[in-house]
């Protein structure tokens, strides 16, 4: 009857070291709340856009999804890899922030080497119908080509981004509204990768 009781405590024992050592392993896990500073978002296409409105935006549609964002005063860098520069490295330090979100606006056909998804178009472009288009009005329509709105999470004392994607979207005649639904999308994928960790 005292081995199967030293049995069941001997494998409980090496369930608990086991289960302690592979936490160890694990990267830290944000604490409830966790705080996100929201880089400067940095223009890397030929296409006119109000970055700080943009910024503006996706801080407060992170707000919307009951995360705790700050903007911050550095940009995010305007090289292709997205990474953190010292200045946001300074940033973050005094915000006290647990993530960085930097954000970049690219155009795909400045890097025509760069492997990308497949795009799905159904009967071609679509031509811009926007009423406001000073181009689209009288001359005829006009095609506008998807800009891509690159975007990585990083978490504080990591090296490698949580979260490193981006999504396409067409720019709108009306440069002030240029790109502001992509804040939002990109705003509800960080809210959603926050939940996963």
Known sequence: MRLPRFQVLCNLTVLAVAHAMIAQD??????????????????????????????????????????????MDSRTTDRHL???STD??????????????LSQIRDPRQHPLEPRPPE???????PSVDASDP?????????????????ALFQIGRFKPVLDTYLL???SA?????LL?????EANRVGHELKKH
């Open 26 to 71: 694990l990267p830290p896990q944000p604490k409830s709340g966790a705080k996100v500073c929201v880089a400067t978002v940095a223009n890397a296409s030929t296409t006119r856009a109000f970055v700080e409105r943009l910024t503006e935006r996706l801080t407060e549609s992170l707000k919307q999804n009951k995360i705790n964002a700050v903007t």
């Open 82 to 84: 997205l990474e953190l």
């Open 88 to 101: 946001n490295g300074e940033e973050v330090k005094e915000k006290e922030c647990d993530y960085v979100l």
């Open 120 to 126: 799905i178009s159904i009967g071609g472009r679509v």
């Open 135 to 151: 181009l689209g009005g009288s001359s005829g329509p006009v095609y506008r080509e998807n800009l891509q709105v690159a975007f």
């Open 169 to 171: 979207e067409r720019p």
């Open 174 to 178: 009306n440069v002030s509204d240029t």
């Open 181 to 185: 639904p992509a804040m939002d999308h």
